[in-house]
Each structure stands twice: as structure tokens, then as C-alpha cells.
């Protein structure tokens, strides 16, 4: 029997469909007049500098080139290169975490550990969550979690909602935050010509106070199915849940002496590139802690030999360093699980492998900041921009440009993609409104971090709902209130950010 399968809408490619907005810019070089502005020392445009020059119109070529000259960089463009290698760095840091084990065994131990409290249990793993969020940006793998937590989410009575909820509530809150997010922040910092470390200590407030609430809203979810089951939206699946997925919690295991101690390279690794990145003489011009350890060992004889005399202290760093850190660390975990140097380098170039593709999304998408540039109409852009939303009071400029990049979100989820198509734009457009580079990123993220909670186009929310046999429209049924009670404490940080950064 012959079954006409119906024709499902497939969205583009995110390659096709940067390369088609890379053709659409180059066709607004023909049409938008050609502009300048004068700069400060800073090299931030100065607001009301603005002149009409010849344009430069772009063809055909200018747009096979412009990602060319983005990965290598030019007198106008520094080289992404730095930033796809750390993406790819960082795809061979999580790929020897995943070899050796000790993250999927940590993660269960916990659930394990806190199942008999079920409010401690949903605020241990909401944090988890929210750490693999805003370290590493977790998003696709969210099902592999969601599967792990779901057998003992069930077994206390509650529903799958819940396990949903801990997953994608906690990862994208995390990556809201992303303190160090190099998917995100990480990017968007490198196109906007910041250090990662600008806003770090405003994003780790947020961190905790987007964590605070949604562990609190999904306790409070888990409380009301607890005492009444037949209001859960996966109520009529109760049985055949319990049978699928309750008896798959697999035996008991515990890390190992090697595992345990690669657990705790994982966690140091984040620590010292948290440390690293805070601007610790901008806090306070007295830290110079750093900073005199690292002028110590660059001219001590011994240390200076050994590791060179061009150490960078922590406050200071950048992609290099960081590139740096993830090389040693990836290689030390291997060492620790006792691969041998062949295993080690094979599971290091297939981690860098995974994520060629979005290594490549950035300079792709930043040719859109070359050929306007090259066209000369970045600046007529801006000025029609400062004319209407730079004008704005900041705090309506920025609710506006969250609700533009909610937008902006929903089509192009993939954080790499959407700030490297954005960022270039977006950033220097703040700075008429007085609101900073480091402002106009937690923006963006706040977006991401919202739109993925909710957006048939986030990755997380298709995959996961599917596992667990979660409709789609049972999910917005089930998370809409909750959903749209986070927004609310978005705004509100959007609005502190203003005053406190």
C-alpha cells in the first residue's frame, strides 16, 4: 500500500542563508549612498560626524571574497581565524570529556544523590544545567541530560514537563547568562572588538538570578503535579512513560580515580578562564595581583626559560590564551585517562571536526561587515539608525532591540550565526544611545536565552519534546505562563544592566 507522504517545510541551510544575505548587502551597495564618520581615539563613531561619500558598489566577486578576507583579516577587518580555532578548540576539549566518561557519570551521581528531596534535586540539576549552558553553551545535546534525568524525575511522581523543564529552562538560562560562553559571548566579543571579560560580573549576577527563578518556577510546577497528577498536560501518558523510560536508570556507577580527576580538570578549566577573563584592574586599580605574579615569572630565570618570558596575566587575556588553555587541558585529560598519544590526537581532530561548521559560520556571516564596509555604507546605515532608534531614551532603546533581536532569534537561532550577522551592526549602533558594546551582547543573549525556551526553530525544544513523546503544543501549553514570567525578570535585568554597567 502506496502512502503519499506529505511535504514537510525544511528551513534553509544557515550557510544559504547568510550567503543570501551576503548577496543582499551587496545589492544595497548600488542602491544606499556611500557615508563616513569621523571617529574618536577609541575608534568608536562620533554621533552627529556623519558625511556622504561616493559609494562602492559591490559585485559578485566582493562577495566570494568577503569571507576570504574575514578568516585572514585586513587593514579594516581583524582575521576570524583566532575565533573558529577556538571554536574548534573547544569542540576537542568537550569531545575528550565526552571519551572519558566522567561528565555522564557526574551527572547521574547527582540525580542519584538529591532523588529523595525533590525540590533540592530540581534546583541541583536547573544549576547544572545552567553551568553547561553558560560554560560550553549547551543546546543540542540537551536530549542526552533530558534521558539521564527522566527515569528518576518519573519515579518521584512527577512528569516528563518537569524533566523538559530542568533541560531547556536550565541550559538556556545559562546561556542567557553566558558568562563565558564562547558560542556566544565569546563570538559576538571578538566581532564587537571588546575583551570577554567586559560585562563579566553583571552576566554572573544574572547567572544567578535567571538560575534562582527557574529552579523556583519548575519547583513550584513539580509541586502542583505532584499533588494533582490529572492536571499534567502528559497525564494520559502517565503508564506508558513509567514503563518506557522508569526502568532505564542502568546500574549504579561511580567516576573511577582517572575520572574524578579529569572531572576536575573540567572544572578547573572554566575557573581559570573565568579568572582570566575578569578585568581585575578595571574593578579596582589597587588588583594587581595578576599581574606582578606574571611579572615575577616572565623574569624569574628559571620560570622565564621554561615557559617563555610573554606570559599574559589573568585580566588580560583573550582568544589566544584561551585557545592556549584548552590545547593543555584536552591533552592532560588524555594523558590522565592513559590514552595513548594516537587515541589522544584522534579524539582531539574529531572534536575540532564536529565543529567545522560553525567554525566557518563566522567568517562567513562577518562578510557582511566587509562588504559594507568596502561599499562605504556601514555609516549610512548607522546614521539612518541614530536618526531613530539612536535617539531613543536608553532604556526604550534597549527593550526595542531586545524585541528586534527576538525577532532577529526566531529565524536565525544559532548564536554564531546571529552574531556574527548582527554584532558589527548592532554594537557600534549603541553607542549613540550611550549604551555599551558589552550591553548590546547581553542583549543579544538575553534573546537567544528566551527565544530558544519557546521557538519551533530551537533545537533543544523539537529534539527533547520528540524524546520523551512531549507534543509541541503541549509543551507552550505547559511552559507559556512560566515562559512569559521570565521575560518579565529579562526586562528587568535589561534594565539594571543600564546602571550598572
Known amino acids: ?156 511522581g512527577l512528569d516528563s514537563i518537569v524533566a523538559l523543564m530542568i533541560v531547556i529552562l536550565g541550559t538556556q538560562a545559562g546561556c542567557a547568562a553566558s558568562i563565558v560562553n564562547q558560542f556566544s559571548t565569546g563570538i559576538a566579543s571578538g566581532i564587537a572588538g571588546i575583551s570577554l571579560g567586559e560585562g563579566i560580573i553583571f552576566r554572573t549576577l544574572t547567572f544567578i538570578v535567571l538560575l534562582s527563578f527557574c529552579s523556583s518556577i519548575i519547583c513550584l510546577y513539580a509541586k502542583h503535579v505532584k499533588e494533582n497528577p490529572e492536571k499534567s498536560v502528559q497525564f494520559f501518558r502517565r503508564k506508558e512513560d513509567l514503563e518506557e523510560f522508569a526502568g532505564t536508570t542502568g546500574d549504579d556507577q561511580t567516576l573511577d580515580k582517572r575520572q574524578r580527576k579529569v572531572f576536575t ?52 587575556w583573550y582568544f589566544n590564551e584561551i585557545n592556549g588553555l584548552l590545547i593543555i587541558m584536552t591533552i592532560l585529560s588524555g594523558y590522565i585517562m592513559g590514552f595513548n598519544i594516537d587515541k589522544t590526537i584522534s579524539i582531539f581532530i574529531k572534536g575540532a571536526a564536529s565543529l567545522v561548521s560553525t567554525a566557518f559560520i563566522v567568517p562567513l556571516a562577518r562578510g557582511i561587515q566587509v562588504l559594507m564596509t568596502n561599499g562605504s555604507i556601514t555609516a549610512t546605515v548607522l546614521n539612518a539608525t541614530e536618526k531613530t532608534l539612536g535617539s531613543l531614551p536608553p532604556i526604550v532603546f534597549v527593550l526595542v532591540c531586545f524585541l528586534v533581536y527576538i525577532l532577529l532569534a526566531v529565524f536565525i537561532p544559532s548564536s554564531t550565526g546571529l552574531a556574527a550577522a548582527t554584532i558589527s551592526i548592532m554594537a557600534p549602533l549603541g553607542t549613540f ?61 535589561l534594565i539594571l544592566s543600564i546602571f550598572m554597567m
Open 433 to 493: 544611545a550611550h549604551i555599551s558594546e558589552a550591553n548590546m551582547i547581553i542583549i543579544y543573549n538575553f534573546a537567544l536565552g528566551f527565544v530558544k525556551l519557546l521557538a519551533p526553530t530551537s533545537i533543544i525544544v523539537m529534539t527533547c519534546t520528540q524524546a520523551v513523546h512531549v507534543g509541541y503544543g503541549a509543551w507552550l501549553k505547559a511552559i507559556w505562563k512560566y515562559a512569559f514570567a521570565y521575560l518579565g525578570v529579562l526586562v528587568i535585568m
Open 1 to 156: 500500500m502506496n502512502v503519499e507522504k506529505k511535504k514537510k517545510f525544511k528551513s534553509p541551510n544557515t550557510y544559504v542563508i547568510i550567503f543570501f544575505v551576503l548577496i543582499f548587502v551587496a545589492l544595497l551597495t548600488w542602491i544606499i549612498p556611500g557615508g563616513k564618520y569621523t571617529y574618536d581615539n577609541s575608534g568608536r563613531a562620533i554621533a552627529n560626524s556623519y558625511q556622504q561619500i561616493k559609494a562602492n558598489r559591490q559585485g559578485l566577486w566582493d562577495v566570494i571574497m568577503a569571507p576570504i578576507i574575514c578568516m585572514v583579516g585586513n587593514k579594516e577587518v581583524s582575521g576570524a581565524i583566532t575565533i573558529s580555532l577556538n571554536v574548534m578548540l573547544f569542540g576537542s576539549f568537550l569531545e575528550m570529556m565526552d571519551a572519558s566518561g566522567a561528565i555522564n557519570i557526574a551527572l547521574k551521581n547527582v540525580a542519584k544523590k538529591y532523588q529523595s528531596n525533590y525540590y533540592v534535586l530540581i534546583t541541583v540539576l536547573t544549576f547544572l544545567m545552567g553551568i553547561f549552558g553558560t560554560a560550553q553553551g549547551a543546546y543540542e545535546e540537551g536530549f542526552v541530560y533530558l534521558l539521564m534525568f527522566l527515569p528518576i524525575v518519573l519515579s518521584l
Open 265 to 316: 580538570v573540567f572544572i578547573l578549566t572554566f575557573l581559570i578562564m573565568i579568572l582570566s577573563l575578569i578585568p581585575w584592574t578595571s574593578l579596582n586599580k589597587n588588583w594587581t595581583f595578576f599581574e606582578s605574579i606574571t611579572n615575577w615569572a616572565n623574569h624569574n630565570m628559571i620560570l622565564g626559560t621554561l615557559l617563555g618570558s610573554n606570559l599574559v596575566p589573568f585580566g588580560e
